[in-house]
């Protein structure tokens, strides 16, 4: 008798095991068995065991059913292979009926479930319609941007003539109303690449945006995009510095405050690079790869705050991390930078030094 240690290593389930005909368990479980003998009904047949109990059994397509006639197990009866050796007294219990009929019956061949259907690689994204002429996407982006967000034309221009772009303006009665920010795979080289996704912003603060369009929510992404195989960034992909914020508006709004950036200058530092995600759910560890100093700067709430120790726990051993928070009142950057400009470059600028200073200690 097979223990059930060994049958830990059995490949067949029980539905197999079931289903194994008792014209081949009788004559094992019982040699001297008699039969099979013509029943009473169409497809029926008796067994007589040594003990002179009589077992009728009739073919079923799932499991054989069986009925102990007489001797001392007269009355019981039921389906398949499993429950007759138990019934029988031929097992003790259900796992050693399994066990036994593994060990008697080795050439059963148990249904095999189906093979799973290879993964799919995932559909491209395809950018939704923009403006393609810069010198009409322009008066839609500074719109908004320059004078409801009060970011810098100059820094727009800027981020908006690098390659690839960083801002497009929507185009048609859908996305006319909103600018994208495309993301891609920074983590690699961008030539020959593809837009993963884009962040969408409604451009519109004195309405709301129909509830067809996208649910009514005025920060989507993108049908279609791929929120964790890119990212929207600026600057370097390898640039040693890198802050992450939210919303590409809150990027540009931290980019406005660093030291470089001026109406006459409006470059990045050229070791510090700035990325959005759209959110906690569009964060990847691969985002942090090759940057020594990561700077949070996520909004002033539960949720940035989650996303700010999300971010920790991913970094890699020897990066250096801090979180840049908006003063107190404000939720986000931008919202900062209305009201206090001034106050937002020297929080900035200090935070560079702090990181500087770091590195040179160590």
Known sequence: MATRESFRHVQETTAALRQIPLATVIPLAFPTAAGPTPGQGPGVVQWQLPDGSKVNVKTTAQSDLY????????GRAGAG????????????????????????????TP??????????????????????????????????????????ASLLRTVMHQDPPA????????????????CWDHSQPLHDSHPT????????????????????????????????????QIGPRDAATLIITEAPIDGLTVAASLPTVTERTPDLPADVAICALGGEAGFTPRQLAGHQRILIATDNDAAGARFAAQIRAAAAPGQTVERVSPPAGYKDWNAAWHDQPAWSRVTWARALDRLQAREVER
């Open 67 to 74: 009925r102990v006639w007489s001797g001392p197990q007269a």
């Open 81 to 108: 292979a499993i429950n007759f050796l138990v019934d029988l007294g031929v097992c003790p219990d259900f796992p050693s009926a399994k066990a036994w009929l593994h060990d008697a019956v080795p050439t059963i």
């Open 111 to 152: 249904p095999r479930s189906p093979a799973p259907e290879p993964e799919r690689p995932p559909t491209p994204f395809q950018m939704p319609h923009f403006v393609r002429n810069p010198i009409d996407a322009w008066p839609v982006i500074v719109d908004y941007l320059s004078d409801v967000r009060q970011l810098p």
């Open 167 to 182: 801002i497009l303006a929507g185009w048609g009665p859908k996305y006319g109303h909103y600018l994208l920010f495309p």
């Open 197 to 232: 996704g884009a962040i969408l912003r409604w451009r519109h603060p004195d309405r709301d945006p129909a509830p067809e369009w996208f649910g009514g929510n005025p920060r989507p992404m993108a049908p279609g995009s791929h929120k964790q195989a890119g990212w929207w």
